[in-house]
């Protein structure tokens, strides 16, 4: 049996794994990467496999950096089963039309640029049309229901505690006459969240895809989060300024709905609006109320009491574009909450513009910012923020409230790992910022003596296979082969198969051998943008570091430095008379 890690390693979005057993081919997600140009043009890469090749897709949720790129599989001949829990289908149904029509507006913007330079029009990777075609390969499958897809693959859903409808995937593969189990936790919430139920413990794997995006912090407790976010709308009432919350339609926002309601119920707050500005955040509710098979006992408590825990006495619902300019008009104080929860597109980025440079507004960061969003810009204190062609200034008050996060932090994360059974697990950490997940690989190690590593983007390994050379996977038990100087138990970095072999699907014969030189594999797109990212982070060490030296006053008498920073110079402005 093969894997190929695709997405969501070394990084949070994107997430995607391809396995391969026999002649079966099948995907464990198929999401979106998301944060900047270069990350995103892996969206438009070719597959390593034809997507008619596929034969299912097993979907843990609905967030799109888990599903976004699925109606573009089905665009380009995917005719197998899109496999999820109903309420998984029902948010898909709104996001996957919704993101359809983000990418038609983007490619709109991006072909009236190009014309304005001479160059060809760009076409949305998927359009609305396409999202929705997409929908009728889905299949829904009950948490808890083993079904099996085919002679030697038996699957699982339970719950994973991160959004309505998310899962926890356990697949039973036969191999050599033995089964064997994989196990992908999905995102996976912490526990304790209110209205859906917490991530089910799992026993038994042979090997585990576990997700890192938090995987190096500890939140604070919710309680204390609850504290926080109370401290900071009565202060907004106070000022009759505005709380402004970036937040993922899905589940985000409804957790702030229902933590409002809650407050309010009893007396902590008064009542102010609550305008709920994003469309699909609306319907995301609506679903909600509609899957409440999904909620864990408290909520279904509250709802056999007669309370709805998802209404608010003011709660104002903003459809239209006309109502969500209305909001900023209201002098008065009130809640927003919109998306997208990283801000990188939709109706939040007008509130930034109206409220970022007020002093007195508050900006709460509830979600995760990935690397390259407006919103980690915001969080690692840029100055300024450029929206809609103009500099913003950032004086709001700006919070990150982590305990509103739907991933468990690492005390969560281990703490889901410690049922685990069988001493022999190896673990893939993915879903996370490379160095977290090779902080976590490290702490599993050490702390449950599992082998864990750190794959990288498009990396290939085979599966319960019995090792060739002893030397291609030091420390190994040999069931698990690897690359050269790979190796499981702490942070490594795996090599990669070459290039050549990626686009043409598994090539068992160009199998890495020990000392054999490893090609990157990096677009040039990539590659454009991590050598500006070099030359911006070279420049502003050097200023630094010229700056200290001033002070010292010696050495910028010294000619031999002049001589030398006048070349980079001249070198420098040669390169840009070229350009
Ligand atoms: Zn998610
Ligand atoms: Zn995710």
């Known amino acids: 049996m093969k894997v190929e890690f695709l997405g969501g390693f070394q990084t949070v979005t994107g997430s995607a794994t391809l396995l391969e057993k026999d002649s079966l081919l099948w995907l464990v997600d198929c999401g979106m990467f998301q944060g900047g140009r270069a990350i995103e043009e892996r969206n438009r890469n070719v597959h390593p496999y034809h997507p008619r090749e596929l034969s299912f897709i097993l979907l843990t949720h609905a967030h799109i950096d888990h599903s976004g790129l699925i109606p573009k599989l089905v665009k380009e001949g995917f005719r197998g089963k899109v496999i999820c829990t109903k309420a998984t289908f029902d948010l898909c149904e709104v996001m996957l039309k919704d993101s359809g029509h983000i990418q038609e507006i983007e490619a709109e913007w991006q072909s009236r640029k190009n014309k304005r330079s001479g160059r060809e029009d760009t076409a949305p990777l998927y359009t609305a049309e396409d999202a929705e075609k997409s929908l009728r390969y889905f299949q829904t499958v009950g948490y808890d229901e083993i079904l099996s897809l085919s002679d030697g693959v038996k699957i699982r859903f339970q719950d994973a505690g991160h959004i309505l409808g998310s899962a926890l995937i356990e697949i039973w593969v036969e191999e050599g006459g033995q089964e064997k189990k994989l196990v992908f936790s999905g995102d996976l919430g912490g526990s304790g969240q209110p209205i859906i139920r917490d991530p089910s413990p799992v026993v038994e794997a042979d090997i585990l895809w576990l997700e890192s995006t938090y995987g190096d912090r500890l939140h604070k407790s919710r309680e204390e989060t609850v504290q926080e976010l109370l401290k900071i709308i009565l202060e907004a009432i106070s000022q009759q300024a505005k709380v402004v919350i970036p937040a993922f339609a899905v589940e985000r926002t409804q957790d702030i709905i229902y933590t409002i309601s809650q407050l309010m119920r009893k007396d902590l707050m008064p009542s102010i609006p609550v305008y709920i500005d994003s469309p699909l955040a609306i319907s995301a509710t609506e679903i909600f109320k509609k899957n409440p098979d999904c909620f864990d006992e408290e909520t279904k408590g509250l709802l056999l009491g007669g309370e709805d825990p998802l209404e608010l ?62 919103g980690r810009r915001i969080v690692d204190g840029a100055k300024t923020i450029r929206l809609f062609g103009e500099e913003i200034a950032v004086r709001a008050q700006v919070h990150t409230l982590g305990g ?90 795996p090599s990669r198969w070459r290039a050549k072999g990626l686009l043409t699907g598994f090539t068992p014969e160009k199998r890495v051998v020990p000392g054999e030189k490893i090609e990157a594999v990096e677009s040039p797109e ?28 010696g050495d910028i008498r010294d000619a031999e430095w002049l001589k030398e920073l006048e070349e980079v110079s001249k070198k420098l402005e040669e390169l840009e008379e070229r350009l």
């Open 404 to 493: 509103f996060s739907a991933h468990a932090d690492q005390r969560g994360l281990l703490e889901w790992l410690s049922h685990f059974r069988n001493p022999d697990l190896q673990v893939f950490v993915n879903h996370g910022e490379e160095k977290i997940s090779m902080e976590l690989s490290e702490i599993i190690h050490q702390r449950f003596k599992f082998r864990a590593a750190v794959p990288q983007w498009r990396e290939k390994r085979f599966l319960f296979t019995p090792l060739e050379s002893p030397a291609a996977c030091s420390g190994d038990k040999g069931n698990f082969v690897m690359g050269a100087n790979t190796g499981f138990n702490g942070p490594c970095k």
């Open 526 to 553: 990539e590659r454009w943008s991590s050598l500006l990212k070099n030359l911006e982070r070279g420049y502003k060490k050097l200023r630094g570091k010229l700056k200290m030296r001033r002070s010292k006053r």
């Open 313 to 374: 006495p003011e709660i104002k619902y903003t459809r239209t574009t006309e109502e969500s300019k209305a909001i900023n008009e209201d002098p008065k104080s009130g809640m927003i909450i919109s998306a997208s929860g990283m801000c990188d597109s939709g109706r939040i980025q007008h509130h930034l513009k109206h409220h970022l440079w007020r002093s007195e507004s508050h900006i709460v960061f509830i979600g995760y910012q990935a690397e390259g969003t407006v």
